[in-house]
């Protein structure tokens, strides 16, 4: 029902519509969504009093990439399609490989892979209102983050460290076996 309201809302030009086509652009792509739940997922394997600096270190560089955007609009998106592809593997990766992440690589790591994020957002934009389309992109982002961040203390509670390891190892190894094309995205 409300995946429909917000279809219905995505109209480019109108501030609603700009919000509706945000909030939807980071659930579309296979890339964007499993990044944001990996982010998630990372952020469960931090300690407690840490676990939110991630997502919302993700979102605020996001937005720094899509302002980035607005003002350079690169000729070429190549790189930044590549630093979002290289997101998914790498947070996955991460996930299942990482058993403490340092604080500093961690945001390190989040603030480079979120400036390719939100530089791609924006490129894709289209003719949407910039303050509504933001909005959107980014409320949809932290929900998937903290998706990923409940589901990965769920399944740090209910099964272990080694669940949490598994599902960043599917993810990496689910996404690499589409960039080969051995499984189709969608």
């Given at each position: 029902m409300l995946y429909e309201h917000l279809l219905t809302l995505a109209h480019a030009g109108h501030d609603q519509g700009s919000f509706g086509v945000g909030f939807l652009h980071p659930l579309h792509g296979l890339d964007h969504l499993l990044a944001m739940v990996a982010v998630g997922l990372l952020s469960a394997r931090m300690d407690v009093k840490k676990m939110w600096t991630l997502p919302a270190a993700f979102v605020g560089m996001m937005a720094a990439g899509g302002l980035l955007g607005l003002v350079w609009a690169a000729g070429g998106l190549t790189v930044f399609e590549w630093g979002i592809s290289a997101s998914v593997l790498v947070f996955g990766l991460a996930v299942a490989c990482v058993?403490?992440?340092?604080?500093?690589?961690?945001?390190?790591?989040?603030?480079?892979?979120?400036?390719?994020?939100?530089?791609?957002?924006?490129?894709?934009?289209?003719?949407?209102?910039?303050?509504?389309?933001?909005?959107?992109?980014?409320?949809?982002?932290?929900?998937?983050?903290?998706?990923?961040?409940?589901?990965?203390?769920?399944?740090?509670?209910?099964?272990?460290?080694?669940?949490?390891?598994?599902?960043?190892?599917a993810i990496a190894a689910g996404y690499g076996l589409v960039l080969i094309g051995v499984i189709g995205a969608g």
């Open positions: 058993p403490k992440l340092n604080p500093a690589i961690g945001h390190a790591m989040v603030a480079v892979f979120a400036v390719c994020h939100g530089h791609a957002h924006v490129a894709e934009m289209g003719d949407a209102s910039a303050a509504g389309y933001f909005a959107g992109m980014l409320i949809a982002t932290a929900l998937l983050h903290v998706a990923g961040l409940f589901g990965g203390v769920a399944l740090r509670r209910g099964y272990g460290d080694w669940a949490l390891r598994t599902a960043g190892g």
